[in-house]
């Protein structure tokens, strides 16, 4: 190393051991051999991060060398991406510039670096505009090298390894802004086993007690399980032996974070999630072209031993995902009498699965196929980047829609494959095939049957775009669009006609200001947005040019809403309200005042409560929360699963404090639904636990019962979520009850 400044033995040992370990991984791979320009990036980085220290304590040189080795052996990168990883924040931390980087190494190295740098701090900034321009600026990079987003991805992955050292609420941030864009930014780039790591990361420090509980729930059954694996596997050897196959043949156990989310979407406790592992055959194949009879051969063995499930077989062989996953899935029943998923891949489908477009390189594939769907994918970018002034949240929503969701094959009359969105419409389709046929679609025929515009689409449906000259483009079109190539559009031919309507109202308002003496400029512009239900001047001259807003000398008078600007100007320097008048001079940010607050204590003084409760999940004491301060300086209460707790993790990280509820003697309201098989007297039973054996005030109850099921909706008033969880336990050993749980 070039310099040692202040490093004990130990460290400069551990660094050492850290580099061989990255180097011998490099030099076993089958990447071209470029040891000597991986060890001058070193040399160098340990030279420009001489001194610097992590929140850990250990020395910051760790750190990328730790993302060079997750870029080289877990995605499997060369020495130029090795080289940028080992550089990446030498740019953002130190004095050296791009160009430094240029001279004393190559372009492509300072390029990738240069990218790495412009996406640094985070893809969410402190406010609405800047989230969405940074995340614009990591998918532009993207366009230029894909390797840049693949080495942000490993340096997210590191970060959330070591973010035990972080205090709690850059804990809570981080780990929401890697859920909400990061994980499935992985699943979309095909980089399985770092998207479900960093789930399960985000969740253990999101839900730290049930991550723990599920981890030890795993590891109690992991013998039964065994056994079961092991019995179910036995045959299937003997056939795949008989074919004279190499291959592997292991249980995948399913990550903590997937069965939680199975285990809250269908209200279930851990014990009934059936699906706990998956089988996966891999086997090795040097002819590629003989991969997707082999396969069918494996299924071919598996399906003559167990019964197949008809409606779960999934051949992504023929049709590979967007991001280039291939595999067989089936599913069979096992000799236990569940089913059992079983993946059926070879060892190239395999690598590319786990390491996604970067294993292509591993196997020289040049402009194939893999090449093509990702520029599809680029495509895809470019059109949702070409809006212009793209409302930062419905910015990333559409971004999810678009890159993250589940996808749909459908054909068109002609039987050509176009891939669409989950939740696409027949308008969505016309807008993918060409602008003009989205602008004057007037409706569809799916499977030879007329549907609207709005119809919602299904894998498979054979699609035909019904179109007329006369049809004009509507803004209520948006409500069921939901591709960015539609919304893009849609947008610009709105806009155009919007245009119009924005120079009449702009000339109405200037005559209207020249009869009464007055001229127009900001001034008298803000005066009347604020005097209005405008929010900027465009929507202004909008509102006057189409006749929604009239012209009087009341939108003359003095600005009603100046007072309570400067309050809202006032509460965004201090949320918390406090008189700390020091904090206000020196320009404390909200983001700043709330990191100061350690815990925001929920509690209720003379019946009247010091927060809100959002109406989307309806939280009680017991659950895990967090507050976000409003614009009106109120502390909104919100569960962390909650979807609209998500966003507000990833987009206004600044403005959420830890919150702690008081114990006391309120009571809340919450909603349960109970579910079985119907007899005489079982809603007596159950309102004699719920209201004599338990003492809880029952405020509302709705059942229903059909063909000998019933389904009941149960409000109740409780003090927090311990109570529910013991009055859900004493509702299921009720005779005929098979579940009883909580509902939002």
């Not at 004990?8 to 320009?37: C, F, M, Q, W």
């Not at 789930?199 to 599920?214: G, N, Q, T, V």
């Not at 989950?422 to 602008?439: N, P, Q, R, W, Y």
Request: proline share 3%; glycine share 6%; aromatic share 8%.
């Amino acid at each position: 190393m070039s310099e040692t400044k202040n490093m004990t033995p130990e460290e400069e040992k551990t660094i050492n051991d850290a580099y061989e370990s990255l180097l011998n991984g490099y030099i076993s791979s089958n990447h071209r051999k470029k040891v000597d320009i991986i060890e001058r990036a070193f040399k160098f980085a340990c030279s420009a991060h001489a001194g610097a220290r992590r929140r850990s304590g250990e020395p910051y040189i760790l750190h990328p060398i730790a993302v060079a080795k997750i870029v080289s052996q877990e995605i499997g990168l060369g020495s130029t991406s090795i080289c940028a990883a080992l550089l990446h924040d030498v740019v953002e931390d130190t004095d050296y510039t791009v160009e430094d980087i240029e001279q004393r190494f190559n372009k492509k190295i300072a390029t990738i670096v240069e990218g790495l740098t412009k996406i640094s701090g985070g893809i969410f900034g402190a406010n609405a505009s800047a989230q969405a321009e940074n995340f614009r600026k990591l998918l532009l990079t993207m366009s230029d090298d894909i390797r840049v987003v693949l080495i942000k991805m490993a340096d997210r992955l590191h970060n959330m390894r070591t973010l035990s050292f972080m205090p709690p609420q850059k804990q809570y941030k981080i780990a929401g802004e890697t859920l909400y864009i990061y994980a499935p930014l992985a699943h979309r780039l095909g980089l399985f086993a770092i998207k479900t790591e960093l789930e399960d990361l985000s969740f253990k420090y999101e839900h730290p007690e049930i991550h723990a509980r599920i981890t030890e729930q795993i590891a109690s059954t992991a013998k039964a399980r065994n056994e079961l694996f092991a019995r179910f596997s036995e045959p299937i050897r003997q056939g795949l032996d008989k074919l004279g196959l190499k291959y592997e043949f292991h249980a995948r156990v399913k990550s903590c974070y997937s069965i939680w989310k199975k285990m809250e979407k269908k209200h279930i406790p851990f014990e009934e999630v059936y699906d706990l592992y998956a089988a996966r055959i891999v086997f090795e194949c040097d002819n590629e072209s003989e991969e997707k009879r082999i396969c069918w051969n494996i299924y071919s063995e598996i399906t003559d031993l167990y019964r197949l499930h008809p409606d779960r077989v999934r051949d992504w062989i023929s049709t590979p995902k967007a991001n280039g996953y291939r595999a067989l899935h089936i599913t069979v029943m096992g000799p236990d009498g569940k089913w059992v998923e079983v993946q059926i891949r070879s060892r190239r489908m395999d690598d590319i699965a786990e390491r996604g477009f970067a294993a292509h390189w591993k196997y020289k594939i040049g402009e194939g196929e893999e090449e093509s769907e990702l520029a599809v994918w680029l495509q895809t970018i470019e059109d949702i980047l070409k809006n212009p002034e793209p409302n930062a949240l419905d910015f990333l929503d559409t971004i999810k829609l678009n890159l993250f969701a589940s996808e749909i094959v459908v054909f068109t009359p002609k039987g050509e494959l176009v891939t669409l969105p989950k939740d696409a419409s027949v308008l969505d389709m016309a807008f993918t095939l060409h602008t003009e046929i989205g602008t004057h679609c007037i409706a569809g025929k799916v499977n030879h049957k007329l549907v609207p515009l709005s119809h919602k689409l299904s894998s498979g449906d054979q699609v035909e775009i019904l179109t007329s000259q006369s049809q004009q483009p509507q803004a209520s079109w948006e409500d069921f669009i939901v591709t960015a190539k539609g919304k893009t559009r849609l947008r610009a031919a709105l806009r155009h006609d919007r245009r119009a309507v924005i120079e009449r109202g702009k000339k109405r308002l200037e005559i209207f200001l020249t009869e009464n003496s007055q001229e127009l400029n900001n001034d008298t512009i803000i005066r009347m947005v604020n005097s209005t239900r405008a929010t900027n001047k465009e929507e202004l001259f909008f509102l006057v040019g189409s006749d929604q807003l009239t012209l009087s000398d009341q939108l003359l008078k003095k600005d009603k809403r100046s007072r309570r600007t400067s309050i809202l100007r006032k509460f965004l320097r201090n949320p918390f309200g406090s008189s700390d008048k020091k904090g206000e001079e020196s320009g404390v940010t909200d983001k700043e005042q709330i990191n100061t607050k350690e815990v925001y204590v929920l509690k209720t003084e003379n019946g009247v409560p010091n927060y809100k409760m959002g109406n989307c999940c309806r939280p009680i004491p017991g659950d895990d929360v967090l507050g976000y301060i409003n614009e009106n300086n109120e502390v909104v209460v919100h569960k962390l699963t909650c979807e609209t707790a998500m966003k507000l993790k990833s987009s206004y990280g600044g403005r959420l404090v830890q919150t702690r509820w008081e114990t006391g003697s309120e009571k809340f309201l919450a909603t349960l639904q109970i579910e079985g098989i119907d007899r005489l007297g079982i809603l007596q039973e159950i309102i004699y636990i719920i209201s004599t054996n338990m003492s809880i005030n029952m405020r509302g109850l709705n059942i229903q019962a059909d063909r000998g099921l019933f389904r009941c909706k149960l409000d109740v008033l409780i003090e927090d979520a311990s109570v529910v969880t013991s009055l859900c336990k004493r509702l299921k050993n009720v005779k005929g009850v098979t579940s009883a749980v909580r509902i939002s």
